[in-house]
């Protein structure tokens, strides 16, 4: 049974920095991608950035490309997203979600993941 559990969440200041985790498990991960989304109040769910489990390559939403960074752990399961010169508009809960098959066009599309978390909520506020 895959589990995708998101950690490390919070109320950070606007220009703060924050990393969220995302912790895989259930199954081996290779020729999947990992992506991160995010959902604001109101508003419909959005790409942030995603990576390829073989290889890293990565793919980031123009409105965060320069300040996130998506990583991988391979060997620990585990993916991560740096932020940075965080916005009150990254206000948001942010989802971990895994997908296998899904080629590099098409890493911001959420009808490409099967696998989904239950979110991380990330406040940015002074």
């Known amino acids: 049974q895959v589990q995708l559990v998101e950690s490390g969440g919070g109320l950070v200041q606007p220009g703060g920095s924050l990393r969220i985790s995302c912790a895989a498990s259930?199954?081996?991960?290779?020729?999947?991608?990992l992506g991160w989304f995010r959902q604001a109040p109101g508003k419909d769910r959005e790409f942030t950035a995603a990576i390829r489990w073989n290889g890293g390559d990565t793919s980031y939403a123009d409105s965060v490309k320069g300040r996130f960074t998506i990583s991988r752990d391979t060997a620990k399961n585990m993916v991560y997203l740096q932020m940075s010169s965080l916005k009150p508009e990254d206000t948001a809960v942010y989802y971990c979600a895994a997908g296998s098959g899904i080629i590099r066009s098409s890493m911001s599309s959420g009808s490409q993941y099967t696998f989904w978390g239950q979110g991380t909520q990330v406040t940015v506020s002074s």
């Open positions: 259930g199954r081996s991960f290779r020729n999947h991608a």
